[in-house]
């Protein structure tokens, strides 16, 4: 079997479950070694098991994006290990209750924006050296419709998800001269998360399409490659 991602080092947020832990999963199938990032080291650990088990590497480093130092002393150990990160994938998020904008909860809102819009700025920030010192560094966040179409009730993660969308769009634009970064954002659409279940409670998750689907889309882009900032929607 070909490992098109060999000798490549990938991190990426939010992989104890969902996407994030399909994605990790689908990497190291495809040769990287992974760095597994959270706060749940019991669910990261399954992952790691799995990954293991189908003959993968990976490391855990716990993390979680409400600590302000966290990112700073992840991209200390991963710099202290490793010359470069090849991948990055921006997949944890955080979904505050879907109320209306004049009784959002402010507490709700507070961790959305740390963990959606904060932490992303701090991933960017430590580990832009890291990415740049790679022959062809990538970024992918995942994002969400909600974030370029404001929708009723959504404001609170939409517009934290607007302002991710913005921040990488950025970063996208100034690196792009003056290294060989480059960023992608990706809307996973419908997909069978507990994420979703929280948002769509009545909703059979037999009808939406499961994480891998996604995670073999963001893997194919990444050995296909990408120039420029590239942002598209996966269907199932």
């Known amino acids: 079997m070909t490992k098109p991602l060999e000798n490549r080092l990938a ?38 098991d799995a990954i293991h088990e189908a003959g ?18 992840l991209a200390s150990a991963i710099s202290g290990r490793w010359d470069r990160l090849d991948f990055l994938v921006i997949s944890g998020a955080y979904l505050p ?16 924006l740390t963990v959606n819009f904060l932490a992303t700025q701090a991933l960017l920030a430590n580990f832009d050296p890291l990415l740049k010192h790679a022959d062809a560094g990538r970024v992918i966040g995942l994002t969400s419709s909600v974030g370029a179409t404001p ?34 954002l990706i809307d996973p659409g419908a997909t069978r998360t507990a994420m979703r279940a929280k ?31 590239h942002r598209e929607r996966v269907e199932g």
């Open 56 to 73: 993968g590497a990976s490391t855990i480093a716990p993390v979680d994006l409400n600590e302000n130092d966290g990112i700073a002393r």
């Open 97 to 112: 209750a879907l109320t209306p904008v004049t009784q959002i909860d402010g507490k709700q809102l507070s961790q959305a």
């Open 11 to 48: 991190l990426v947020t939010g992989a104890s479950k969902g996407i994030g832990a399909a994605t990790a999963q689908a990497l190291a199938a495809a040769g990287a070694h992974v760095v597994l990032t959270g706060r749940d080291v019991r669910a990261l650990e399954s992952v790691e």
């Open 199 to 229: 948002a769509y409670p009545g909703e059979d998750p037999q009808t939406v399409k499961e994480p891998s689907v996604v995670a073999d889309r963001l893997v194919e882009l990444l050995v296909d490659g990408f120039e420029g900032f």
């Open 151 to 184: 929708r009723a009730y959504w404001s609170a993660y939409g517009a934290t998800k607007a302002a991710f969308d913005n921040l990488l769009a950025s970063y996208a634009q100034e690196v792009e001269k003056i290294s060989k970064v480059r960023v992608a």
